[in-house]
């Protein structure tokens, strides 16, 4: 079945530190891919996308994800968290002719601490 | 706030009863969806719109579930004869429909606790 994995599903770090979150999916064909992230007590908010093009993308808040098709994942990096990344991130994939549904992986549970 | 909306915020009612949720998606926005998010998961797609016309349902969708779209603007979602299976955050999303705009932006969801 098709599916996103998410493997880290509570982090903690100190301000300052290095992020890599994992994303993995098990679709066989042309995907586009998003990390939405969840701030407590607001909705979900498009963190960043890739639809095609350099496998690199960045988005807003200074996060970044790179796409590795060979290795069906799209991972989130940030070089340093701040306290106000806490959050809960979720990865989520659209196969593209699978309709225009989005599956979303369980979610990480950041806490970045001071 | 031009985000999309959606009404009521929380609901809390009994096995077996029936209630609507609303869903206003950003006004232009041609595609809507509807998803649910249980405690620890990742939201779960559910239907999606675009206009008035429902093009795809879940398996999730039991019977008990119905959505629509009359005009292709608002969307309602009934559930009839709750269960406690039932209680989930409810979200709603809307998307420009433009085939290289997929992004779908979020509503804050409607919680519901099914007693």
């Known amino acids: 079945a098709q599916s996103v994995s998410q493997h880290n599903h509570h982090v903690i770090l100190s301000e300052a530190a290095s992020l890599e979150l994992g994303c993995n999916y098990s679709?066989?064909?042309?995907?586009?891919l998003f990390w939405y992230v969840q701030y407590p007590g607001q909705h979900l908010q498009l963190l960043l996308k890739?639809?095609?093009?350099?496998?690199l993308v960045k988005g807003i808040k200074g996060f970044e994800a790179e796409f590795i098709k060979s290795k069906f994942s799209f991972n989130l990096r940030k070089p340093s968290v701040q306290w106000s990344d806490t959050a809960e991130y979720f990865c989520?994939?659209?196969?593209?002719?699978?309709?225009?549904?989005?599956?979303f992986g369980t979610g990480t549970q950041l806490k970045v601490e001071l | 706030d031009t985000g999309v909306s959606q009404d009521p915020r929380h609901k809390i009612t009994k096995r077996g009863q029936n209630v609507t949720f609303r869903c206003d998606p950003i006004?232009?926005?041609?595609?809507l969806y509807w998803y649910r998010q249980t405690l620890g998961q990742g939201p779960e797609f559910l239907t999606y719109?675009?206009?008035?016309?429902?093009?795809?349902k879940s398996r999730l969708l039991s019977d008990r579930f119905s959505a629509e779209r009359p005009k292709g603007s608002f969307s309602t979602l009934e559930i009839q004869r709750t269960e406690q299976g039932d209680s989930a955050m409810y979200l709603c999303?809307?998307?420009?429909?433009?085939?290289?705009?997929?992004?779908?932006?979020f509503g804050p969801g409607t919680r519901l606790t099914v007693l």
């Open positions: 999303a809307s998307s420009p429909g433009r085939a290289t705009y997929n992004e779908q932006f």
């Open positions: 679709y066989g064909g042309t995907v586009n």
């Open positions: 890739y639809f095609s093009g350099d496998p």
């Open positions: 989520a994939v659209l196969l593209r002719g699978g309709g225009n549904k989005l599956t």
């Open positions: 006004s232009e926005h041609n595609r």
């Open positions: 719109f675009q206009n008035e016309a429902q093009l795809e």
